[in-house]
């Protein structure tokens, strides 16, 4: 104590002070201690950028209630550190203030007006929010008793963690920040320039720690694993997933952000950002949408009121829809997974039944042309570079995301897509130029051609299918084929959803929901755990589905199938994935057209240009993607004959 005292350090009553066994009071300088101090030992250096070593230690520093592990280092902190847990090895220099005022849920329990600005969506945040969990809590609003117990479960798990103690974790970094209170930081996590963070939870730790960086600006938000929150963003009343990034500038109030989102430069308000959201734009508004997969073009926005009641309308985008530069929807309206929106929409169009579209404005009609991103160079590739740019080191993620581009979710639309435009062509006949569907137009062409993509691609979901089943198996009979093909359950033969990433039966997301309202679900964790089984169990469930709908495409009763049958089902797959395959080859080989050569060889001849174009792009037949998809359809072209030469040895017998 007289040390400690000879080295400019104060107390209000020093027997309040306890220290480890070891510790030594060579590195505790100016420092004011008030209330129950706790200090470990002091025996470690801290290597900084640019070769300093500081050794750990207190100086320049006021302690209220405060614990601290063994072998930080806590300077220069301008007002003072007051009821805290710090961990071991942590490094705390220039900051304002770190305290927690009264009791505290750390960002757990706020309620978060997604979707609907004026309320009556709210999601009460927390730290085991899953996107499937929000879908459930934004959308099933005409379950009560459901939404009742949901929220109780969220209150239960924030009252058990409330406190008014904070916790700083083990080897965090806080550097040159101004004001923390009521925040929880986990372990690994660091904080550098950052104006303001209150009432939350940073979810760091060793396996995916958080960073925090210079002019962020957060209230009443929780940060999971993984995510970079950086240069001067701003989120108020939010939740941010595993591994997301949010930067330049980026505002978002109300809104929640899932796995792998990245919002730079734009603005979020009410929204729902499933998995791999995405807006890089200054000018981009995305305001009371539910998107995922979703990629947000230059100036993209949306309207979410007509100047009547409010803002009380709200749209969704499907998975993986997309929108280009300059797009603009007012809401309410639906639009189908993977579809590309292009110019103003005002017409309120669902054309959630008719997927893979182009929906475009021409003199302030809204036209649809069905089912044309089937075969699009571009949606392929998204479809490959997701799985790719999934960023989550934590062992723990919190969303279950399904990549398939085919699934029994997108298939299922795509048999009402085929039903819808059949039924158009009859009620309106043939001949007609332009169909009228759910305030769009659908020119003749398009009509027809949306057809064909449908039947192609349910043709290659079926045959996939099949295959897969009938894999690695060599049959004596047709009795031994059927035996294989009937399913393992009889979940999946119905509807199906997607709820934010997390592709499953209704007749599943129905069960849990029930479980919840009885209350034999009652746990955050055992919720997490159900929605893991769903998809743990997908393919299992897919092919119910898919085994259900064989009858109705081929016209072949299961219970009667063949080897010749399958043969016959084997063709006509190989005919659509290699047909598919040729459009979308077709469809990259524009990429390399002498059109998109212009700007290239800036000051030289024809010969110059495509010179410069090679060196910079490469040449078409060696580029990556073209070649991945020749040997796609020579790899599909000798799975199907490999099953074929089976089917035939049964057929023979």
């Known amino acids: 104590m007289h040390s400690l005292e000879q080295q400019s ?69 301008q007002n003072y550190i007051a009821n805290y847990e710090i961990g071991c090895d942590t490094f705390i220099e220039n900051v304002d203030v770190i305290m927690v005022d009264g009791q505290s849920t750390f960002g757990n329990g706020v309620e978060v007006s997604v979707l609907n600005e004026t309320g009556g969506r709210e999601v009460p945040i927390n730290d085991k929010l899953s996107a499937h969990q929000a879908y459930i809590m934004a959308l099933y609003r005409h379950r009560p008793e459901l939404i009742a117990r949901m929220r109780g479960i969220v209150d239960f798990y924030a009252n058990k963690h409330a406190s008014d103690v904070g916790s700083i974790g083990d080897k965090v970094k806080i550097v040159n920040t101004g004001s923390i209170l009521n925040v929880r930081i986990g372990d690994c996590c660091h904080i550098c320039g950052a104006s303001r963070l209150s009432n939350g939870s940073i979810n760091s730790n060793e396996a995916a720690p958080v960073h925090i960086g210079h002019g962020v600006i957060c209230d009443d938000f929780i940060i999971s694993s993984g995510s970079d929150v950086d240069d001067g963003a701003m989120l108020s009343r939010c939740f941010v997933g ?36 995405v807006t890089h734009h200054k000018s981009t508004l995305l305001i009371a949408g539910m998107f995922s997969f979703m990629n947000a073009g230059s100036g993209s926005n949306q309207s979410n009121h007509m100047y009547k009641l409010g803002p009380i309308h709200q749209g969704t985008l499907e998975r993986g829809a997309k929108t280009t530069s300059d797009s603009y929807i007012l809401w309410p309206a639906r639009v189908g997974a993977f579809s590309l929106v292009m110019g103003r929409h005002v017409t309120h169009s669902d054309t959630s039944n008719l997927p893979f579209s182009y929906l475009i404005e021409q003199n302030n009609t809204t036209y649809l042309v069905p089912g044309v991103n089937l075969r699009s160079v571009g949606t392929i590739r998204d479809a490959q570079k997701w799985p790719k740019r999934d960023k989550r080191t934590d062992p723990n993620k919190l969303d279950l995301i399904n990549y398939n581009l085919l699934s029994p979710y997108t298939v299922q639309k795509m048999f009402k897509g085929r039903e819808i435009l059949l039924n158009l062509r009859k009620a309106s006949g043939e001949l007609s130029d332009i169909y009228s569907f759910h305030s769009t137009k659908i020119r003749n062409s398009a009509l027809v051609k949306g057809i064909r993509f449908y039947e192609i691609a349910i043709h290659k979901f079926l045959g996939n299918s099949v295959i897969k089943r009938l894999e690695n198996i060599d049959f004596k009979s047709d009795e031994e084929i059927r035996a294989r093909l009937r399913p393992d359950t009889s979940t999946g033969s119905g509807e199906w959803v997607d709820i934010s990433g997390l592709i499953a039966p209704k007749s599943e997301v129905d069960a849990l929901i029930s479980g919840i309202e009885t209350g034999s679900i009652n746990r955050l964790k055992d919720i997490n755990a159900e929605f893991a089984r769903m998809h743990a169990n997908y393919y299992t469930y897919e092919w119910t589905w898919a085994y259900g709908k064989l009858e109705k495409f081929y016209g072949i009763h299961p219970d009667a199938i063949t080897a010749v049958d399958v043969i016959g089902i084997v063709n006509k797959w190989k005919e659509a994935v290699v047909g598919l395959d040729r459009m979308v080859y077709e469809d990259a080989k524009k990429e390399f057209s002498l059109a998109s050569m212009t700007g290239f060889g800036a000051d030289g001849t024809q010969a110059e240009k495509e010179l410069d174009f090679e060196q910079v792009r490469g040449d078409f037949e060696s580029n990556p993607f073209v070649t991945a998809v020749l040997k796609h359809i020579e790899v599909k072209t000798a799975l199907g004959d490999e099953l074929i030469e089976r089917m035939k040895r049964v057929a023979v017998r």
Not at 30 to 49: W, Y
Request: hydrophobic fraction near 35%; charged fraction near 20%.
């Open 242 to 277: 595993q591994a997301c990034k949010l930067g330049h500038n980026y505002s978002a109030s109300d809104s929640l952000f899932f796995s792998n989102c990245q919002g730079e430069n734009g603005e979020a308000c009410a929204i729902f950002a499933g998995p791999f959201t």
């Open 9 to 77: 350090c104060l107390s209000d009553d020093w027997n309040k002070v306890e220290v480890a066994q070891d510790f030594t009071t060579d590195y505790v300088h100016h420092t004011r201690f008030s209330g129950s101090v706790r200090l470990g030992v002091f025996e470690k250096d801290f290597v900084m950028p640019g070769g300093i070593r500081k050794h750990s230690g207190l100086r320049h520093v006021t302690l209220h209630n405060v614990t601290v592990g063994d072998n930080c280092c806590i300077e220069n902190i």
